[in-house]
């Protein structure tokens, strides 16, 4: 069994800053890639920022220079850091990671948080 427990999620004011952070537990031998996506009110679910885990990232175009996405690999987290926030961002935020669950897994599978809700207004 494996579990992504996000936290850090809130309301902020246009301009203001949130770190979201994401414990993956578990059944774990290995993690691929960790990221976040975000899921505004009747929109579809949309990626945000993604980290492998020899650390290369990529970005939403929207979240350039105001999203910050890091990991800590010896403790299985994934972090978002987000600044210069905007109505926009409202969304929830899921964390997402590709595990293999023991060193039989053949693939990484997909696994996700619960989501962490991110309400920017003022």
């Known amino acids: 069994q494996v579990q992504l427990v996000e936290s850090g999620g809130g309301l902020v004011q246009p301009g203001g800053s949130l770190r979201l952070s994401c414990a993956a537990s578990?059944?774990?031998?290995?993690?691929?890639?960790m990221g976040w996506y975000r899921q505004a009110p009747g929109k579809q679910r949309e990626l945000v920022a993604r980290a492998t885990r020899g650390g290369r990232t990529n970005y939403a175009d929207y979240v350039q220079d105001r999203f910050t996405i890091s990991r800590d690999n010896a403790n299985n987290t994934v972090y978002l850091q987000m600044n210069s926030l905007k109505p926009e961002d409202t969304a929830v935020y899921y964390c997402n990671a590709e595990i293999k669950s023991s060193i039989r897994s053949r693939y990484f599978v997909d696994y996700w948080g619960q989501g962490t809700q991110v309400t920017v207004s003022s």
């Open positions: 578990g059944s774990i031998f290995s993690i691929s890639a």
